[in-house]
């Protein structure tokens, strides 16, 4: 079986200048966990999940440092704390969204696609054809192509 075999066709979809409110009501209107943000040419740019919204209300890690003759020695990256009050704070999809999409070929067997959901521990991957949109694969509809086998 391929990706194209098992997905899901009618995508819900966002822009990355759509709200992060919009994106809530789309998530629990239609009882899904994560959305594709798309371009103007249909092109996948980001995703936004359920994790990214819970992510707004952890608490803020301060990098740790210590002081040396009056200056700040960061053990962590000082750059981390940025992204973390972006995403905490965004108002905007782009805000939020994760930019490392895990997508797939239309022609991608399943068992790969499987493989690829337990290794990068997600639970979705959005489905390509010559670099647009055409579908999306959870992990559910693995489940569910299987026990149609």
Known sequence: ???????????????????????IKLLMDHNISGLPVIDEDQKVVGIVTEGDLIYRSKKLQIPSYFTILDSYIFLENPKTINEQLRKMVGYKVEDIMTV????????????????????????RVPVVKDGRLVGIVSRRDIIRAYSKG
């Open 1 to 23: 079986m391929l990706a194209k075999d098992i997905m899901t066709k009618e995508v819900i979809a966002v822009k990355k200048d759509d709200t992060v409110e919009n994106v």
């Open 100 to 123: 490392d999409v895990i997508s797939v070929d239309e022609d991608e067997e399943v068992e790969e696609i499987a493989t690829l959901m337990t290794n990068k521990k997600v639970n």
